[in-house]
């Protein structure tokens, strides 16, 4: 079996990215609003196809004040879409912010609920979002959230072989050790965004090129 060098590859980028902020939903302490199931929920659904910093600014605009489902459902939807724009697909996200705070307190008695089935059940929640609240919300550590760049570099690594973000979920806590599962998330997106981006990933500088199989790299910098 080929050597994959989880362990080193992991310190390697923790190192590398040490001085880097992490997203909101990631960090143990929250400043301006309370840190809980439901927070960690609004703020993942405002960071799809967001930037961190936008994301940031909008969860604390929108959360400050309004941050449980009882308090949230009092607000018009235009008054969501106002505190959270420029979000990405604001109109959308105040939306579903509603319709599932509406659920959380109909049918789950005001509480987010703590099992993967209960959370995918509500729409606009997939497998990130529910991951990332039992992580960081419940904190749940038998979760991984897996996303595009999660999916996509172990495989560049050579660590895995699938074809979907659900396949690498499973192999991936087959394979990394459990007290990387906190950090993979974040760390991965932040080495996905600057070194080992999508499309001709930057090789000639990334800090643990020597331990890469560069799997399907076709192209590179
Ligand atoms: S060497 Fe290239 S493909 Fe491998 S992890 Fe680094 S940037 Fe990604």
Known sequence: MQ?????????ILQKHYIDHPQPLVSRDKWEQIPKTPYTVLISCLLSLRTKDEITEESSIRL?????TPQTMITLPKQTIQQLIYPVGFYKVKAKRIK????????????????????????????????????????NNTNHLPIDTHCHRIPNRLGWISTKTPGETETELKKILPKKHWKVFNHLFVTFGQTICTPISPHCNTCPVKSYCKQKNVKKHR
Do not use: W
Not at 63 to 67: A, F, G, H, P, Q
């Open 3 to 11: 050597k994959k060098n989880i362990d080193k590859i992991m310190d």
């Open 99 to 138: 319709d599932i705070s509406k659920t959380i307190i109909e049918t789950y008695n005001g509480k987010v609920p703590d099992s993967m089935q209960d959370l995918l059940s509500m729409k606009g929640i997939g497998r990130k979002t529910a991951n990332i609240v039992m992580v960081y919300g419940h």
């Open 63 to 67: 959360l400050e004040k309004y941050n």
